[in-house]
């Protein structure tokens, strides 16, 4: 059994409410939520292969619509104890899931704005989210393989929430066209 995982319902709206071969996770939004819900489901379930479903922002100029494969995640919002952004002083800098694809940038706020996204950028990332750095990390300490597939809503500039709000319906049906081509339900 795999296990389908978005952060919000409403990155859900394009699927079944039963996905044949997949059981479904709702975690909340941000990394604290995100590592419970996800290590409660793991402690009370056997899974083959976890299946990340959501929307984030570009923060790559060059960085197309449409659904991305993610290949490891930053955190964008720690520092160390010597103040470095991006390093957090007991989890590792960067966690990866695979060679192809593109660096995600987690923090536990919304990204909409040039300013923050100038501090982000230079990190290495070409995506912002706010949970799959903790997708990634717990998936690994349960040795779970994950895969983390991600649909752009937005620029992460002005008014991105407003975009995002816009767009998370076409978002989960970009996400559900790619499962059913890549997993045939």
Partial sequence: ???????????LVAFPADLPGFDRLVTGPGK??????????LDAGDYDEILVVGTAGAIDPLLPGGVHEISGAIQHD????????GQHVSLPARVEIGDDGVVIATGDHFVDDAEAVGVIR???????????FAYIWVA????????????????????AITD??????????????????????
């Avoid at 059994?1 to 990155?11: F, N, Q, S």
């Avoid at 604290?32 to 489901?41: D, E, G, S, W």
């Fill in 1 to 11: 059994m795999k296990l389908l995982v978005a952060a919000l319902e409403a990155e």
């Fill in 32 to 41: 604290l939520q995100a590592t419970y819900a996800l290590t409660r489901a």
């Fill in 78 to 85: 720690v520092t160390d104890i010597d103040g470095v952004v």
């Fill in 122 to 132: 230079p990190l290495g990332a070409s995506m912002v989210d706010m949970e799959t």
């Fill in 140 to 159: 690994d300490r349960f040795g779970v393989p994950i895969r983390v597939l991600k649909s752009v809503s937005d620029r992460a500039q002005d008014d």
């Fill in 164 to 185: 995002w709000r816009a767009t998370v319906a076409a978002c989960s049906a970009e996400l559900r066209a790619h499962v059913r081509q890549v997993y045939g339900v």
